[in-house]
């Protein structure tokens, strides 16, 4: 009962100093909720591939149909790009980020079922693919 009351009360004091507060399962959530338009409760590969395309669009304001290290800053590190550009131009297409996407997808997916759930997403290989498609 105690940590509860502590727990409340530092959660009360994080929101009076302006500081929010989402715990990992809820934010999943909301993600989730954003990447899944039919609303079945997964993430599956089309939906994935959908929401990449919007980012992709996104980080490419250039508009020359490739993002290069600095657009893709904090989302795919250089040995990422490396192995996602098998032409070695130093930028992906938007093929090559899709097929990124899909290993990624696939990482997050251990059990194979095709879809990504809330619990699958708050992992490692979840977050990663996340980094993808938001």
């Known amino acids: ?3 509860k009351l502590l ?4 959660l009360a004091i ?3 100093a302006g500081i929010s507060y989402t715990s990992p399962l809820l934010a999943a959530s909301t993600t989730l909720s954003a990447l899944d338009p039919d609303k079945d409760g997964t993430v599956d ?12 669009a996104k980080l ?3 508009k020359d ?3 290069d290290a600095k657009e893709l800053s904090g989302r795919v590190d250089a040995a990422a790009i490396k192995t996602a550009d098998p032409d070695s131009d130093g930028t992906l297409d938007q093929k090559e ?7 990624r997808f696939k990482a997050a997916d251990p059990d194979g079922d095709g ?3 809330d619990k699958e997403l708050t992992t490692d290989a979840g977050k990663s693919f996340l980094l993808l498609v938001e």
């Not at 727990?7 to 530092?10: H, L, P, V």
């Open 1 to 3: 009962m105690k940590s």
């Open 7 to 10: 727990s409340a009360a530092a």
């Open 14 to 16: 994080a929101g009076l």
């Open 45 to 56: 590969l089309q939906e994935a591939k959908t929401a990449a395309a919007a980012v992709f």
């Open 60 to 62: 490419d304001p250039d």
């Open 65 to 67: 149909g490739t993002l």
């Open 97 to 103: 980020y899709e097929t990124l996407v899909e290993a």
């Open 115 to 117: 879809t990504l759930d």
